[in-house]
């Protein structure tokens, strides 16, 4: 993990996050709506939450009913709409947080600079338990946050204990 970069966000007084997913309708969304619910009372920094997909298919769109449900149910208050990532949100944002290996490589694919790669991770790089895993090793898979999509109210609470182990361990770093 860029340690130099997450070192250098800290003491800002405004953050900018984006989660991103495939659709931007299940992973991604959860997990803004967990990140503005746990600093809705931030001072400092303040942190302007955002979400976005790879893919162009549901631009438009509010959150999967699923998703939404689970995180409602879960306390979380999140209003959403579907938008694309595009090259200027590396200019936008000052972190960019991935549920996958494909949203990696189609971000990273993306940034213009050396400057804007550092600033892609796994959302999971961020567990506890996971904190030490390199994403270029054979074991990349295990930072994905598999994606729920149409499957079981129990695949999205597993997705949703996911989101909140890593955006727990990310407000710790950014606190330190």
């Known amino acids: 993990m860029n340690q130099s970069l ?14 991103v997913c495939l659709g931007n309708i299940c992973r991604s969304p959860m997990a803004a709506a ?13 942190i302007e939450v955002h979400s976005s997909g790879t893919g162009s298919w549901h631009i438009g769109q509010g959150p999967h009913p ?16 579907a938008k694309q990532f595009k090259v200027n949100d590396f200019f936008v944002h000052d972190l960019i947080l991935v549920m996958d290996s494909s949203n990696y490589h189609n971000v990273v694919s993306l940034a213009e600079s050396e400057e804007h790669r550092s600033k892609v991770f796994y959302l999971r790089n961020f567990d506890p338990l996971l904190k030490g895993l390199d994403p270029s090793s054979a074991d990349y898979f295990k930072l994905e946050v598999p994606d729920p999509y149409n499957q079981s109210d129990e695949a999205y609470e597993a997705t949703l204990a996911m989101v909140e182990r890593a955006v727990d361990g990310l407000l710790l770093e950014l606190a330190r």
């Not at 997450?6 to 989660?19: A, E, F, N, V």
């Open 66 to 81: 699923s998703s939404k449900k689970i995180w409602e149910a879960a306390g979380y208050k999140h209003s959403h709409t």
């Open 6 to 19: 997450i070192s250098s966000l800290k003491g800002q007084d405004q953050l900018s996050i984006t989660m």
């Open 34 to 46: 967990v990140l503005a619910g746990k600093t809705a009372d931030w001072k400092a920094p303040r």
